[in-house]
Protein backbone atom coordinates (compact mmCIF):
# COMPACT_ATOMS: atom_id res chain seq x y z
CA UNK A 1 0.00 0.00 0.00
CA UNK A 2 3.06 2.37 0.83
CA UNK A 3 4.77 1.98 -2.58
CA UNK A 4 1.27 2.15 -4.15
CA UNK A 5 0.82 5.61 -2.25
CA UNK A 6 4.18 6.37 -3.50
CA UNK A 7 4.00 5.79 -6.65
CA UNK A 8 1.38 7.77 -7.19
CA UNK A 9 1.55 10.73 -8.85
CA UNK A 10 -1.24 13.54 -8.32
CA UNK A 11 -0.29 15.76 -11.16
CA UNK A 12 -0.42 13.03 -13.44
CA UNK A 13 -3.59 12.12 -12.17
CA UNK A 14 -4.96 15.38 -12.81
CA UNK A 15 -3.28 15.65 -16.26
CA UNK A 16 -4.69 12.32 -17.36
CA UNK A 17 -8.34 12.86 -16.21
CA UNK A 18 -8.10 16.43 -18.49
CA UNK A 19 -7.07 14.69 -21.33
CA UNK A 20 -9.09 11.53 -21.00
CA UNK A 21 -12.21 13.90 -20.88
CA UNK A 22 -11.37 15.39 -23.37
CA UNK A 23 -9.95 11.85 -25.24
CA UNK A 24 -13.92 11.08 -24.35
CA UNK A 25 -15.30 14.11 -25.30
CA UNK A 26 -13.90 14.20 -29.12
CA UNK A 27 -14.25 10.93 -29.71
CA UNK A 28 -17.83 10.97 -29.00
CA UNK A 29 -18.31 14.31 -30.81
CA UNK A 30 -15.73 13.34 -33.99
CA UNK A 31 -15.76 9.36 -34.53
CA UNK A 32 -18.04 7.06 -32.01
CA UNK A 33 -21.19 9.31 -33.14
CA UNK A 34 -20.86 8.95 -36.85
CA UNK A 35 -19.49 5.91 -36.48
CA UNK A 36 -21.98 4.04 -34.32
CA UNK A 37 -24.84 6.34 -36.12
CA UNK A 38 -24.40 4.98 -39.40
CA UNK A 39 -23.04 1.69 -38.84
CA UNK A 40 -26.98 1.54 -36.85
CA UNK A 41 -28.53 3.03 -40.35
CA UNK A 42 -26.30 0.08 -42.42
CA UNK A 43 -27.81 -2.87 -39.71
CA UNK A 44 -31.35 -1.35 -40.08
CA UNK A 45 -31.34 -1.22 -43.71
CA UNK A 46 -29.98 -4.80 -43.92
CA UNK A 47 -32.81 -5.56 -41.40
CA UNK A 48 -34.67 -4.06 -43.76
CA UNK A 49 -33.97 -5.63 -46.78
CA UNK A 50 -33.76 -9.16 -45.15
CA UNK A 51 -37.21 -8.67 -44.04
CA UNK A 52 -38.13 -7.51 -47.75
CA UNK A 53 -36.30 -10.72 -49.01
CA UNK A 54 -38.65 -12.81 -46.31
CA UNK A 55 -41.88 -11.11 -47.16
CA UNK A 56 -41.16 -11.65 -50.90
CA UNK A 57 -39.96 -15.40 -50.47
CA UNK A 58 -43.23 -15.90 -48.15
CA UNK A 59 -45.06 -13.68 -50.86
CA UNK A 60 -43.87 -15.86 -53.69
CA UNK A 61 -44.67 -19.27 -51.29
CA UNK A 62 -48.09 -18.22 -50.98
CA UNK A 63 -48.68 -17.84 -54.37
CA UNK A 64 -47.06 -21.14 -55.75
CA UNK A 65 -49.57 -22.30 -53.11
CA UNK A 66 -52.45 -20.65 -54.86
CA UNK A 67 -51.24 -22.04 -58.33
CA UNK A 68 -50.78 -25.57 -56.77
CA UNK A 69 -54.50 -25.46 -54.99
CA UNK A 70 -56.18 -24.28 -57.89
CA UNK A 71 -54.24 -26.63 -60.07
CA UNK A 72 -55.39 -29.19 -57.38
CA UNK A 73 -58.81 -28.09 -57.52
CA UNK A 74 -58.89 -28.11 -61.61
CA UNK A 75 -57.55 -31.58 -61.52
CA UNK A 76 -59.60 -32.78 -58.87
CA UNK A 77 -62.88 -31.41 -61.12
CA UNK A 78 -61.97 -32.97 -64.48
CA UNK A 79 -61.66 -36.45 -62.89
CA UNK A 80 -64.76 -35.70 -61.12
CA UNK A 81 -66.59 -34.99 -64.96
CA UNK A 82 -65.06 -37.62 -66.04
CA UNK A 83 -66.07 -40.05 -63.12
CA UNK A 84 -69.67 -38.24 -63.83
CA UNK A 85 -69.68 -39.35 -67.54
CA UNK A 86 -68.10 -42.52 -67.20
CA UNK A 87 -71.13 -43.60 -64.80
CA UNK A 88 -73.56 -41.69 -67.31
CA UNK A 89 -72.22 -44.28 -69.54
CA UNK A 90 -72.11 -47.22 -67.38
CA UNK A 91 -75.48 -46.51 -66.75
CA UNK A 92 -76.89 -45.85 -70.35
CA UNK A 93 -74.74 -49.26 -71.20
CA UNK A 94 -77.03 -51.16 -68.48
CA UNK A 95 -79.95 -49.62 -69.13
CA UNK A 96 -80.18 -49.86 -72.86
CA UNK A 97 -79.30 -53.70 -71.84
CA UNK A 98 -81.76 -53.91 -69.83
CA UNK A 99 -84.06 -52.50 -72.42
CA UNK A 100 -83.11 -54.90 -75.46
CA UNK A 101 -83.47 -57.24 -72.76
CA UNK A 102 -87.07 -56.76 -71.17
CA UNK A 103 -87.87 -56.13 -75.42
CA UNK A 104 -86.00 -59.51 -76.58
CA UNK A 105 -87.85 -61.14 -73.67
CA UNK A 106 -91.13 -59.59 -74.54
CA UNK A 107 -91.02 -60.34 -78.44
CA UNK A 108 -89.45 -64.15 -77.53
CA UNK A 109 -93.06 -64.25 -75.47
CA UNK A 110 -94.94 -63.00 -78.66
CA UNK A 111 -93.28 -65.46 -80.39
CA UNK A 112 -93.60 -68.19 -78.64
CA UNK A 113 -97.11 -67.93 -77.76
CA UNK A 114 -97.80 -66.81 -81.85
CA UNK A 115 -95.85 -70.13 -82.29
CA UNK A 116 -98.52 -72.13 -79.63
CA UNK A 117 -101.19 -70.62 -81.42
CA UNK A 118 -99.95 -71.58 -84.56
CA UNK A 119 -99.12 -74.79 -83.27
CA UNK A 120 -102.52 -75.12 -82.09
CA UNK A 121 -104.57 -74.18 -85.06
CA UNK A 122 -102.31 -76.54 -87.58
CA UNK A 123 -102.90 -79.41 -84.80
CA UNK A 124 -106.50 -78.27 -85.19
CA UNK A 125 -105.98 -78.18 -89.08
CA UNK A 126 -104.50 -81.67 -89.12
CA UNK A 127 -106.87 -82.79 -87.09
CA UNK A 128 -110.32 -81.62 -88.96
CA UNK A 129 -108.32 -82.78 -92.31
CA UNK A 130 -107.25 -86.43 -90.68
CA UNK A 131 -110.75 -86.28 -90.04
CA UNK A 132 -111.92 -85.34 -93.32
CA UNK A 133 -109.28 -87.64 -95.16
CA UNK A 134 -110.92 -90.45 -93.21
CA UNK A 135 -114.50 -89.72 -94.00
CA UNK A 136 -113.32 -89.84 -97.97
CA UNK A 137 -110.99 -92.35 -97.74
CA UNK A 138 -114.16 -94.72 -95.77
CA UNK A 139 -116.43 -93.21 -98.59
CA UNK A 140 -114.41 -94.41 -101.30
CA UNK A 141 -113.39 -97.95 -99.20
CA UNK A 142 -117.39 -97.94 -98.79
CA UNK A 143 -117.95 -97.01 -102.34
CA UNK A 144 -115.93 -99.35 -104.75
CA UNK A 145 -115.59 -103.24 -104.53
CA UNK A 146 -112.93 -104.19 -102.45
CA UNK A 147 -112.68 -107.26 -104.19
CA UNK A 148 -109.24 -108.09 -103.56
CA UNK A 149 -106.32 -107.74 -101.76
CA UNK A 150 -104.54 -105.78 -104.74
CA UNK A 151 -107.19 -103.06 -105.41
CA UNK A 152 -107.46 -102.10 -101.79
CA UNK A 153 -103.83 -101.60 -101.57
CA UNK A 154 -104.18 -99.81 -104.61
CA UNK A 155 -106.69 -97.67 -103.40
CA UNK A 156 -104.91 -96.99 -100.60
CA UNK A 157 -101.75 -95.96 -102.38
CA UNK A 158 -103.65 -93.71 -104.59
CA UNK A 159 -105.36 -92.18 -101.98
CA UNK A 160 -102.35 -91.78 -99.82
CA UNK A 161 -100.94 -89.85 -103.05
CA UNK A 162 -103.63 -87.85 -103.38
CA UNK A 163 -103.33 -86.67 -99.89
CA UNK A 164 -101.55 -83.34 -99.97
CA UNK A 165 -99.96 -83.09 -96.57
CA UNK A 166 -99.10 -79.36 -96.57
CA UNK B 1 -6.52 7.32 -46.56
CA UNK B 2 -4.28 11.14 -47.53
CA UNK B 3 -4.90 11.90 -44.47
CA UNK B 4 -3.36 8.91 -42.44
CA UNK B 5 -0.42 8.84 -44.82
CA UNK B 6 0.12 12.12 -44.21
CA UNK B 7 0.30 11.77 -40.64
CA UNK B 8 2.77 9.15 -40.63
CA UNK B 9 5.16 11.17 -42.62
CA UNK B 10 4.56 13.33 -39.45
CA UNK B 11 5.14 11.30 -36.92
CA UNK B 12 8.23 9.87 -38.79
CA UNK B 13 9.33 13.38 -39.61
CA UNK B 14 8.94 13.78 -35.74
CA UNK B 15 10.68 10.58 -35.30
CA UNK B 16 13.67 11.64 -37.42
CA UNK B 17 13.31 15.22 -34.93
CA UNK B 18 14.38 13.29 -31.73
CA UNK B 19 16.89 11.17 -32.73
CA UNK B 20 18.20 14.55 -34.19
CA UNK B 21 17.85 16.21 -31.03
CA UNK B 22 20.59 13.93 -29.16
CA UNK B 23 22.73 17.16 -28.07
CA UNK B 24 22.06 17.10 -24.94
CA UNK B 25 25.02 14.51 -23.68
CA UNK B 26 26.01 14.44 -20.22
CA UNK B 27 29.63 13.60 -18.77
CA UNK B 28 29.19 11.69 -15.17
CA UNK B 29 32.02 11.13 -12.67
CA UNK B 30 30.43 7.64 -12.44
CA UNK B 31 29.97 6.07 -15.44
CA UNK B 32 26.25 5.49 -14.48
CA UNK B 33 23.57 3.81 -16.37
CA UNK B 34 25.31 1.04 -17.45
CA UNK B 35 23.32 -1.97 -17.22
CA UNK B 36 25.45 -5.33 -16.42
CA UNK B 37 25.43 -6.47 -12.39
CA UNK B 38 22.04 -8.29 -11.15
CA UNK B 39 21.61 -4.45 -8.88
CA UNK B 40 21.49 -2.43 -11.59
CA UNK B 41 19.46 -4.48 -14.03
CA UNK B 42 17.02 -4.55 -10.61
CA UNK B 43 17.37 -0.46 -10.79
CA UNK B 44 17.02 -0.18 -14.17
CA UNK B 45 14.02 -2.35 -13.85
CA UNK B 46 12.59 -0.57 -11.39
CA UNK B 47 13.80 2.76 -13.10
CA UNK B 48 11.75 1.83 -16.03
CA UNK B 49 8.21 1.18 -14.44
CA UNK B 50 8.39 4.45 -13.43
CA UNK B 51 7.42 7.74 -15.10
CA UNK B 52 10.46 9.29 -16.36
CA UNK B 53 10.62 13.46 -17.27
CA UNK B 54 12.41 12.94 -20.02
CA UNK B 55 12.05 11.27 -23.37
CA UNK B 56 15.01 8.71 -23.14
CA UNK B 57 15.31 6.24 -25.94
CA UNK B 58 19.33 4.88 -25.86
CA UNK B 59 22.61 5.49 -23.52
CA UNK B 60 25.80 4.68 -24.63
CA UNK B 61 29.64 5.07 -23.60
CA UNK B 62 31.12 7.16 -26.04
CA UNK B 63 34.85 6.18 -27.28
CA UNK B 64 36.34 8.89 -24.13
CA UNK B 65 34.23 7.43 -21.54
CA UNK B 66 31.78 9.82 -21.03
CA UNK B 67 28.09 7.86 -20.84
CA UNK B 68 25.60 9.67 -23.60
CA UNK B 69 21.89 9.59 -23.00
CA UNK B 70 19.71 10.11 -26.44
CA UNK B 71 16.26 11.12 -26.49
CA UNK B 72 14.86 14.34 -26.09
CA UNK B 73 13.90 16.78 -22.97
CA UNK B 74 9.90 17.45 -21.80
CA UNK B 75 8.78 20.05 -20.51
CA UNK B 76 8.37 20.05 -16.80
CA UNK B 77 5.34 22.16 -14.65
CA UNK B 78 5.50 22.91 -11.44
CA UNK B 79 2.89 23.73 -8.99
CA UNK B 80 5.50 25.23 -5.66
CA UNK B 81 4.76 26.73 -3.03
CA UNK B 82 6.21 29.89 -4.74
CA UNK B 83 3.73 29.58 -7.80
CA UNK B 84 4.38 27.93 -11.11
CA UNK B 85 7.73 27.14 -12.51
CA UNK B 86 8.33 25.59 -15.65
CA UNK B 87 11.64 24.57 -17.53
CA UNK B 88 12.68 21.81 -19.77
CA UNK B 89 13.72 18.67 -17.94
CA UNK B 90 17.30 18.57 -19.54
CA UNK B 91 18.45 21.01 -16.78
CA UNK B 92 18.26 18.09 -14.67
CA UNK B 93 20.81 17.00 -16.68
CA UNK B 94 19.93 13.12 -16.06
CA UNK B 95 20.82 13.10 -12.71
CA UNK B 96 17.86 11.16 -10.33
CA UNK B 97 19.36 11.36 -7.13
CA UNK B 98 18.49 14.24 -5.76
CA UNK B 99 22.46 16.05 -6.42
CA UNK B 100 21.42 18.89 -9.50
CA UNK B 101 19.60 21.27 -8.36
CA UNK B 102 17.60 23.72 -10.42
CA UNK B 103 16.37 27.31 -9.31
CA UNK B 104 13.29 28.65 -10.42
CA UNK B 105 10.70 31.40 -9.30
CA UNK B 106 13.00 30.90 -6.14
CA UNK B 107 12.42 27.08 -5.12
CA UNK B 108 14.68 24.96 -5.43
CA UNK B 109 14.02 21.49 -6.72
CA UNK B 110 15.55 18.32 -7.60
CA UNK B 111 14.39 15.29 -9.29
CA UNK B 112 14.41 11.94 -6.62
CA UNK B 113 13.66 8.57 -7.91
CA UNK B 114 11.58 9.92 -10.92
CA UNK B 115 9.87 12.29 -8.95
CA UNK B 116 10.61 16.43 -8.42
CA UNK B 117 10.87 17.54 -4.62
CA UNK B 118 11.11 21.45 -3.53
CA UNK B 119 13.34 21.40 -1.14
CA UNK B 120 12.27 23.52 2.21
CA UNK B 121 13.01 26.92 2.71
CA UNK B 122 16.70 28.06 3.08
CA UNK B 123 18.15 24.04 2.29
CA UNK B 124 20.25 24.51 -0.35
CA UNK B 125 20.95 20.05 -1.09
CA UNK B 126 18.98 17.41 0.10
CA UNK B 127 19.37 15.36 3.06
CA UNK B 128 18.56 11.47 3.05
CA UNK B 129 17.51 9.57 6.18
CA UNK B 130 19.24 6.05 6.51
CA UNK B 131 16.65 4.35 3.99
CA UNK B 132 17.08 6.95 1.25
CA UNK B 133 14.10 9.55 1.81
CA UNK B 134 14.91 13.11 2.00
CA UNK B 135 14.36 14.41 5.05
CA UNK B 136 14.33 18.36 4.24
CA UNK B 137 12.47 18.42 0.98
CA UNK B 138 8.68 17.48 -0.25
CA UNK B 139 6.87 16.34 -3.39
CA UNK B 140 5.14 19.10 -5.35
CA UNK B 141 2.54 18.95 -7.13
CA UNK B 142 3.47 17.72 -10.66
CA UNK B 143 2.11 18.61 -14.20
CA UNK B 144 4.94 18.28 -16.16
CA UNK B 145 4.68 16.88 -20.04
CA UNK B 146 6.01 13.32 -18.58
CA UNK B 147 6.75 10.25 -21.14
CA UNK B 148 3.57 9.13 -19.69
CA UNK B 149 1.63 12.35 -20.92
CA UNK B 150 3.46 12.03 -24.28
CA UNK B 151 1.98 8.58 -24.33
CA UNK B 152 -1.21 9.23 -23.65
CA UNK B 153 -1.16 12.55 -26.19
CA UNK B 154 0.17 10.28 -29.03
CA UNK B 155 -2.40 7.81 -28.34
CA UNK B 156 -5.31 9.93 -28.32
CA UNK B 157 -4.06 11.47 -31.47
CA UNK B 158 -3.71 8.36 -33.27
CA UNK B 159 -7.09 7.49 -31.89
CA UNK B 160 -8.88 10.36 -33.12
CA UNK B 161 -7.15 10.55 -36.58
CA UNK B 162 -7.64 6.91 -37.42
CA UNK B 163 -11.46 6.99 -35.95
CA UNK B 164 -12.53 10.02 -37.38
CA UNK B 165 -10.98 9.07 -40.85
CA UNK B 166 -13.22 6.21 -39.99
CA UNK B 167 -16.40 8.19 -39.85
CA UNK B 168 -15.78 10.20 -42.61
CA UNK B 169 -15.92 7.34 -44.89
CA UNK B 170 -19.09 6.21 -43.62
CA UNK B 171 -20.28 9.75 -45.40
CA UNK B 172 -19.26 8.40 -48.72
CA UNK B 173 -19.93 4.50 -48.58
CA UNK B 174 -21.16 2.44 -46.54
CA UNK B 175 -18.46 -0.23 -46.20
CA UNK B 176 -14.99 1.60 -45.57
CA UNK B 177 -12.08 0.79 -46.96
CA UNK B 178 -8.20 0.11 -46.34
CA UNK B 179 -7.71 0.95 -42.60
CA UNK B 180 -11.13 1.49 -41.74
CA UNK B 181 -11.60 -2.26 -42.48
CA UNK B 182 -9.76 -3.22 -39.97
CA UNK B 183 -11.19 -0.74 -37.33
CA UNK B 184 -14.61 -1.57 -38.21
CA UNK B 185 -15.17 -4.82 -36.89
CA UNK B 186 -13.34 -4.34 -33.34
CA UNK B 187 -15.73 -0.84 -32.76
CA UNK B 188 -18.75 -3.84 -33.61
CA UNK B 189 -16.55 -6.05 -31.21
CA UNK B 190 -16.37 -3.52 -28.45
CA UNK B 191 -19.98 -2.75 -29.16
CA UNK B 192 -21.76 -6.75 -29.43
CA UNK B 193 -19.63 -8.56 -27.48
CA UNK B 194 -18.56 -5.74 -24.87
CA UNK B 195 -21.30 -2.91 -24.29
CA UNK B 196 -24.37 -4.66 -25.53
CA UNK B 197 -24.61 -8.04 -23.57
CA UNK B 198 -23.38 -6.21 -20.65
CA UNK B 199 -25.14 -3.32 -19.61
CA UNK B 200 -28.33 -4.86 -22.11
CA UNK B 201 -30.42 -3.88 -25.00
CA UNK B 202 -31.72 -0.81 -23.29
CA UNK B 203 -28.92 1.37 -21.97
CA UNK B 204 -26.15 0.32 -23.70
CA UNK B 205 -26.06 3.29 -26.44
CA UNK B 206 -25.31 5.86 -24.01
CA UNK B 207 -22.20 4.13 -22.66
CA UNK B 208 -20.61 2.88 -25.43
CA UNK B 209 -18.99 5.84 -26.38
CA UNK B 210 -17.11 5.48 -22.90
CA UNK B 211 -16.60 2.09 -23.59
CA UNK B 212 -14.99 2.27 -26.81
CA UNK B 213 -12.89 5.04 -25.72
CA UNK B 214 -11.49 3.05 -23.13
CA UNK B 215 -11.16 0.06 -24.66
CA UNK B 216 -8.98 1.37 -27.54
CA UNK B 217 -6.98 3.49 -25.04
CA UNK B 218 -6.13 0.81 -22.80
CA UNK B 219 -5.42 -1.57 -25.53
CA UNK B 220 -2.92 0.67 -27.61
CA UNK B 221 -1.01 2.10 -24.76
CA UNK B 222 -0.80 -1.41 -23.47
CA UNK B 223 0.75 -2.23 -26.83
CA UNK B 224 2.89 0.90 -26.81
CA UNK B 225 4.76 -0.34 -24.05
CA UNK B 226 5.40 -3.35 -25.97
CA UNK B 227 7.63 -1.30 -27.93
CA UNK B 228 11.00 -0.51 -27.52
CA UNK B 229 10.31 3.09 -26.64
CA UNK B 230 9.86 2.16 -23.18
CA UNK B 231 6.09 3.99 -22.98
CA UNK B 232 4.93 2.07 -19.72
CA UNK B 233 1.47 4.25 -19.58
CA UNK B 234 -1.30 1.93 -18.00
CA UNK B 235 1.25 0.79 -15.60
CA UNK B 236 1.76 4.24 -13.91
CA UNK B 237 -0.93 3.89 -10.76
CA UNK B 238 -2.39 7.42 -11.69
CA UNK B 239 -3.83 6.43 -14.93
CA UNK B 240 -5.25 3.36 -14.37
CA UNK B 241 -6.70 5.11 -11.16
CA UNK B 242 -7.99 7.87 -13.21
CA UNK B 243 -9.57 5.38 -15.87
CA UNK B 244 -11.28 3.56 -12.72
CA UNK B 245 -12.46 6.59 -11.32
CA UNK B 246 -14.43 7.64 -14.26
CA UNK B 247 -16.00 4.22 -14.48
CA UNK B 248 -16.96 4.51 -10.70
CA UNK B 249 -18.38 7.84 -11.46
CA UNK B 250 -20.22 6.68 -14.53
CA UNK B 251 -21.87 4.02 -12.72
CA UNK B 252 -22.76 5.80 -9.84
CA UNK B 253 -24.30 8.63 -11.82
CA UNK B 254 -26.34 6.57 -14.10
CA UNK B 255 -27.56 4.10 -10.85
CA UNK B 256 -31.24 3.65 -10.62
CA UNK B 257 -33.57 3.75 -7.54
CA UNK B 258 -33.19 -0.25 -7.65
CA UNK B 259 -29.29 0.23 -7.76
CA UNK B 260 -29.61 2.18 -4.64
CA UNK B 261 -31.47 0.11 -2.85
CA UNK B 262 -29.79 -2.55 -3.39
CA UNK B 263 -26.97 -0.75 -2.09
CA UNK B 264 -28.15 1.21 1.13
CA UNK B 265 -31.38 -1.02 2.13
CA UNK B 266 -31.38 -4.57 0.58
CA UNK B 267 -34.93 -5.67 0.20
CA UNK B 268 -35.84 -9.03 1.64
CA UNK B 269 -33.40 -9.49 4.53
CA UNK B 270 -34.16 -8.93 7.96
CA UNK B 271 -34.04 -5.42 9.14
CA UNK B 272 -31.04 -5.51 11.56
CA UNK B 273 -29.04 -7.00 8.55
CA UNK B 274 -29.24 -4.13 6.50
CA UNK B 275 -27.11 -1.54 7.77
CA UNK B 276 -24.08 -4.36 8.09
CA UNK B 277 -25.16 -4.92 4.45
CA UNK B 278 -25.00 -1.39 3.70
CA UNK B 279 -22.06 -1.03 4.66
CA UNK B 280 -20.47 -3.88 2.29
CA UNK B 281 -22.09 -2.78 -0.30
CA UNK B 282 -21.06 0.61 0.10
CA UNK B 283 -17.46 -0.56 0.29
CA UNK B 284 -18.22 -2.51 -2.64
CA UNK B 285 -18.85 -0.14 -4.65
CA UNK B 286 -16.96 2.80 -3.80
CA UNK B 287 -13.97 1.08 -2.97
CA UNK B 288 -13.08 -2.54 -3.71
CA UNK B 289 -14.97 -2.40 -7.51
CA UNK B 290 -12.81 0.68 -8.40
CA UNK B 291 -9.84 -0.42 -6.59
CA UNK B 292 -9.87 -3.99 -8.53
CA UNK B 293 -10.06 -2.38 -11.58
CA UNK B 294 -7.16 0.25 -11.48
CA UNK B 295 -5.35 -2.82 -9.58
CA UNK B 296 -5.57 -5.64 -12.03
CA UNK B 297 -4.39 -2.87 -14.84
CA UNK B 298 -1.64 -1.68 -13.16
CA UNK B 299 -0.31 -4.71 -12.08
CA UNK B 300 -0.65 -6.91 -14.85
CA UNK B 301 0.90 -4.52 -16.79
CA UNK B 302 3.47 -3.71 -14.51
CA UNK B 303 4.16 -7.40 -14.06
CA UNK B 304 4.54 -8.21 -18.12
CA UNK B 305 6.73 -4.96 -18.05
CA UNK B 306 9.64 -6.46 -15.27
CA UNK B 307 9.25 -9.92 -16.93
CA UNK B 308 10.20 -9.22 -19.94
CA UNK B 309 12.80 -6.71 -19.11
CA UNK B 310 14.03 -9.35 -16.74
CA UNK B 311 14.20 -12.21 -19.78
CA UNK B 312 15.92 -9.60 -21.68
CA UNK B 313 18.47 -9.11 -18.74
CA UNK B 314 19.25 -12.98 -18.71
CA UNK B 315 22.10 -11.77 -21.09
CA UNK B 316 23.72 -10.08 -18.23
CA UNK B 317 22.88 -12.16 -15.47
CA UNK B 318 23.28 -15.56 -16.97
CA UNK B 319 26.56 -14.67 -19.06
CA UNK B 320 28.92 -16.38 -17.09
CA UNK B 321 27.25 -19.30 -16.06
CA UNK B 322 25.75 -20.06 -20.00
CA UNK B 323 28.62 -18.08 -22.00
CA UNK B 324 27.61 -14.75 -23.97
CA UNK B 325 25.88 -16.88 -27.14
CA UNK B 326 23.66 -19.56 -24.74
CA UNK B 327 22.43 -16.41 -22.37
CA UNK B 328 21.53 -14.04 -25.19
CA UNK B 329 20.09 -17.29 -26.93
CA UNK B 330 18.13 -18.26 -24.10
CA UNK B 331 17.43 -14.34 -23.09
CA UNK B 332 15.82 -14.28 -27.14
CA UNK B 333 13.63 -17.47 -27.25
CA UNK B 334 12.37 -16.98 -23.43
CA UNK B 335 11.65 -13.04 -24.29
CA UNK B 336 10.29 -13.32 -27.15
CA UNK B 337 7.35 -15.98 -26.07
CA UNK B 338 6.63 -13.60 -23.12
CA UNK B 339 6.51 -10.73 -25.60
CA UNK B 340 3.83 -12.48 -27.66
CA UNK B 341 1.84 -13.50 -24.47
CA UNK B 342 1.86 -10.14 -23.63
CA UNK B 343 0.47 -8.72 -27.24
CA UNK B 344 -2.24 -11.14 -25.48
CA UNK B 345 -2.16 -9.12 -21.81
CA UNK B 346 -2.27 -6.35 -23.41
CA UNK B 347 -5.61 -6.88 -25.43
CA UNK B 348 -6.84 -9.01 -22.62
CA UNK B 349 -6.96 -6.57 -20.19
CA UNK B 350 -7.86 -3.94 -22.57
CA UNK B 351 -11.30 -6.38 -22.85
CA UNK B 352 -11.49 -7.03 -18.90
CA UNK B 353 -11.53 -3.28 -18.24
CA UNK B 354 -14.17 -2.90 -20.26
CA UNK B 355 -16.16 -5.26 -19.48
CA UNK B 356 -15.91 -4.89 -15.75
CA UNK B 357 -16.53 -1.60 -16.40
CA UNK B 358 -19.71 -2.50 -18.49
CA UNK B 359 -21.07 -5.36 -15.92
CA UNK B 360 -20.91 -2.94 -13.18
CA UNK B 361 -22.28 0.17 -15.31
CA UNK B 362 -25.10 -2.80 -16.32
CA UNK B 363 -25.49 -3.32 -12.83
CA UNK B 364 -26.49 0.29 -12.15
CA UNK B 365 -29.07 0.42 -14.46
CA UNK B 366 -30.52 -2.81 -14.79
CA UNK B 367 -34.17 -2.69 -14.14
CA UNK B 368 -35.41 -5.85 -11.36
CA UNK B 369 -39.03 -6.56 -12.89
CA UNK B 370 -38.88 -9.88 -11.69
CA UNK B 371 -38.43 -10.80 -7.42
CA UNK B 372 -35.55 -12.15 -6.45
CA UNK B 373 -35.38 -15.16 -3.87
CA UNK B 374 -33.15 -14.23 -1.01
CA UNK B 375 -31.29 -17.20 0.96
CA UNK B 376 -31.58 -17.84 4.86
CA UNK B 377 -28.14 -15.45 5.02
CA UNK B 378 -29.65 -12.68 3.42
CA UNK B 379 -27.86 -12.77 0.14
CA UNK B 380 -29.33 -12.67 -2.85
CA UNK B 381 -30.04 -15.80 -4.48
CA UNK B 382 -29.18 -14.92 -8.42
CA UNK B 383 -31.58 -16.70 -10.10
CA UNK B 384 -30.96 -17.59 -14.04
CA UNK B 385 -32.39 -14.59 -15.94
CA UNK B 386 -29.35 -12.56 -13.70
CA UNK B 387 -26.74 -14.73 -14.29
CA UNK B 388 -27.65 -14.52 -17.83
CA UNK B 389 -28.37 -11.01 -18.08
CA UNK B 390 -24.49 -10.76 -16.71
CA UNK B 391 -22.87 -12.86 -18.76
CA UNK B 392 -24.22 -13.71 -22.22
CA UNK C 1 8.54 -8.12 8.24
CA UNK C 2 9.84 -8.85 4.65
CA UNK C 3 9.66 -12.76 5.47
CA UNK C 4 5.83 -12.46 6.77
CA UNK C 5 4.87 -10.03 3.83
CA UNK C 6 6.54 -12.78 1.36
CA UNK C 7 4.69 -15.45 3.01
CA UNK C 8 1.42 -13.55 2.97
CA UNK C 9 2.57 -13.51 -0.69
CA UNK C 10 2.89 -17.03 -1.46
CA UNK C 11 -0.48 -17.53 0.35
CA UNK C 12 -2.51 -15.13 -1.45
CA UNK C 13 -0.61 -17.00 -4.45
CA UNK C 14 -1.45 -20.10 -3.95
CA UNK C 15 -4.90 -19.47 -3.26
CA UNK C 16 -5.26 -17.70 -6.39
CA UNK C 17 -3.97 -20.25 -8.25
CA UNK C 18 -6.38 -22.92 -6.81
CA UNK C 19 -9.33 -20.64 -7.53
CA UNK C 20 -7.95 -20.03 -10.94
CA UNK C 21 -7.13 -23.60 -11.56
CA UNK C 22 -10.85 -24.01 -10.54
CA UNK C 23 -12.06 -21.63 -12.96
CA UNK C 24 -10.32 -23.20 -15.55
CA UNK C 25 -10.86 -26.90 -15.20
CA UNK C 26 -14.95 -25.78 -14.70
CA UNK C 27 -15.03 -24.31 -18.06
CA UNK C 28 -12.64 -26.86 -19.74
CA UNK C 29 -15.19 -28.92 -18.55
CA UNK C 30 -18.39 -26.91 -19.56
CA UNK C 31 -16.46 -26.46 -23.23
CA UNK C 32 -16.21 -30.22 -23.26
CA UNK C 33 -20.04 -30.91 -22.14
CA UNK C 34 -21.37 -28.32 -24.86
CA UNK C 35 -18.46 -27.04 -27.46
CA UNK C 36 -21.26 -24.92 -29.10
CA UNK C 37 -21.34 -22.89 -25.66
CA UNK C 38 -17.79 -22.73 -25.81
CA UNK C 39 -17.86 -18.72 -26.07
CA UNK C 40 -20.15 -17.85 -23.74
CA UNK C 41 -18.05 -20.34 -21.38
CA UNK C 42 -15.07 -18.65 -21.95
CA UNK C 43 -16.19 -14.91 -21.26
CA UNK C 44 -17.65 -15.42 -18.33
CA UNK C 45 -14.64 -17.58 -17.31
CA UNK C 46 -12.40 -14.61 -18.47
CA UNK C 47 -14.11 -12.40 -16.11
CA UNK C 48 -14.54 -14.07 -13.23
CA UNK C 49 -10.86 -15.16 -13.30
CA UNK C 50 -10.60 -11.21 -13.36
CA UNK C 51 -12.23 -10.30 -10.78
CA UNK C 52 -10.25 -13.58 -8.73
CA UNK C 53 -7.18 -11.80 -9.77
CA UNK C 54 -8.27 -8.19 -8.78
CA UNK C 55 -8.98 -9.50 -5.08
CA UNK C 56 -5.68 -11.07 -5.71
CA UNK C 57 -3.60 -7.97 -6.63
CA UNK C 58 -5.59 -6.29 -4.02
CA UNK C 59 -4.42 -8.83 -1.01
CA UNK C 60 -0.54 -8.56 -2.98
CA UNK C 61 -0.64 -4.59 -2.73
CA UNK C 62 -2.08 -4.53 0.17
CA UNK C 63 0.55 -6.18 1.92
CA UNK C 64 3.53 -4.25 0.22
Given at each position: MEVLLNDFSPGLFIVQTILLLGLIFLMVKFAWKPILNSLNEREAGIEEALAAADKARTDMQNLQADNEKMLQEARAEREGMLKEAREIKEKMIADSKEQAKIEGDKMLKQAQSAIESEKKAAVADIKSQVAELSVAIAEKVLKE???SNDKQLKLVDSMLSDIKLN | MMQVSNTIKTLLQLLILCFSLQSFAVSDTVP??????KEQVDEYILHHLKDSHDFHLFSYTADSGERKHVGFPLPVILWSSNGLATFMSSEFH??????VIVEKNGSKFVKLHSKIYELDAGASSVNFDEEHHATNAHKVLDFSITKSVVGVLLVGLLMLLAFSSLAKQYGKKKIPTGFGRVLEPLVLYVRDEIARPNI?????RKFTGYLLTVFFFIWVLNLLGL?????NVTGQIAVTACLAIFTLIIYTVSGNKDYWMHILWMPGVPVFVKPILAIIELAGAFIIKPFSLLVRLFANISAGHIVVMSLIAIMFTLKESLGVAGATGLSLVLSFFITLIEVLVAFLQAYIFTALSALFIGMAVAEHDHDHEHDDSGH????TEDVRADFI | MVTYNLIGAGLIVIGAGLGLGQIGGKAMEGIARQPEAAGKIQTAMIIVAALLEGLAFGALFLGK
Open positions: DLS | EGAVSSHDDNGRGEKHYTPFGFEVAD | -
